[in-house]
């Protein structure tokens, strides 16, 4: 479906928090940020606000296929990444890169862009 796809943000690798699960786990930040887009996959099939009952950090480690990533996730500062709860886990911030709403935004942002770019009489990158 061209709706189903998960953004990979430029320098994902190289923020903080991929680069502190990537220290704590001795894995490259390339690496740990695929076995994260690997759960955040998953989110975006299991979840549409971000929080998923019944899940615990041995699913969402097997999910994303390296042990111990969750707790990783849920350890990154300033703000954790993953936030356990008896009853489930918790993507924070969740609707900002995922979900319909967050894919439509992104999609507008990018047809604005090469729209602005044509106008400019730049040659459109998109085509």
């Known amino acids: 479906m061209a709706g189903d796809f998960i953004r990979w943000e430029k320098g994902l690798t190289r923020k903080p928090e991929v680069l502190q699960v ?5 894995l490259s930040a390339v690496t740990a940020a695929g076995h994260m887009m ?32 969750s707790e990783a996730m849920g350890a990154t500062l300033p703000r954790p990444w993953l936030e356990f709860f008896a009853e ?11 979900g319909r709403c967050a894919k439509k935004r992104i999609s507008d942002a990018e047809r604005l862009r090469a729209w602005r770019k044509k106008q400019k009489g730049a040659p459109d990158e998109t085509q």
């Open 88 to 98: 489930g886990v918790r993507f924070p911030n969740y609707e900002r890169h995922n």
């Open 22 to 26: 990537a220290a704590k786990l001795g």
């Open 38 to 69: 690997l759960l955040w996959e998953w989110a975006d099939d299991a979840t549409t606000d971000g929080y998923i009952p019944g899940a615990t950090p041995q699913l969402t480690d097997a999910i994303a296929g390296f042990p111990g990533i």
